[in-house]
């Protein structure tokens, strides 16, 4: 469904987005190496700062990618909520591939998440009434 409305915007920029983290998330898994290291990060923190400039990350915004919604739809494009229900219906562990791209997921999500609270506090610490010291 999720992946479906994002085709349904008819906004390459949403796919393209959603296209480059999925490949740096694949790539990331490949490596063996954690999102929150280069060049991930920093490569991941672009594509927050253009969804946000985007209009992506607004309450209510017709494109939905907040931290949740970019989740749901990976999750959804790599088939993981099928393979969660099928280890739980044959009692049995979830296969490694699909585990180590929840790991992915929740990584992903965390940071975004952060970045999401950070950026709309922003203007709260570096305004011009901060009252932090300089």
Same mark, same amino acid.
């Given at each position: 469904?999720?992946? !479906?409305?994002?085709?349904?915007?008819?906004?390459?920029? /949403?796919?393209?987005? #959603?296209?480059?983290?999925?490949? @740096?998330? @694949?790539?990331?898994?490949?490596?063996?190496?954690?999102?929150?290291?280069?060049?991930?990060? =920093?490569?991941?923190? +672009?594509?927050? /700062?253009?969804?946000?400039?985007?209009?992506?990350?607004? +309450?209510?915004? &017709? #494109? &939905?990618?907040?931290? &949740?919604?970019?989740?749901?739809?990976? =999750?959804?494009? *790599?088939?993981?909520?099928?393979?969660?229900?099928?280890?739980? +219906?044959?009692?049995?562990?979830?296969?490694?591939?699909?585990? =180590?791209?929840?790991?992915?997921? *929740? !990584?992903?999500?965390?940071? *975004?998440? +952060? *970045?999401?609270?950070?950026?709309?506090?922003?203007?709260?610490?570096?305004?011009?009434? !901060?009252?932090? #010291?300089?």
């Amino acid at each position: 469904m999720i992946e !479906s409305q994002l085709a349904a915007t008819k906004d390459p920029l /949403v796919t393209t987005i #959603v296209d480059r983290i999925d490949a @740096l998330l @694949l790539q990331a898994e490949t490596e063996t190496r954690p999102l929150e290291i280069e060049p991930f990060r =920093s490569r991941l923190f +672009e594509l927050f /700062v253009l969804s946000d400039g985007a209009g992506y990350l607004q +309450e209510h915004a &017709d #494109v &939905d990618l907040t931290a &949740d919604s970019l989740c749901r739809l990976l =999750s959804q494009r *790599w088939g993981l909520a099928e393979a969660t229900q099928q280890a739980t +219906e044959s009692q049995t562990r979830i296969p490694q591939e699909q585990l =180590s791209k929840m790991r992915l997921l *929740w !990584s992903l999500m965390r940071m *975004w998440m +952060e *970045w999401t609270y950070a950026w709309k506090r922003w203007h709260e610490f570096h305004g011009e009434n !901060s009252n932090l #010291v300089s």
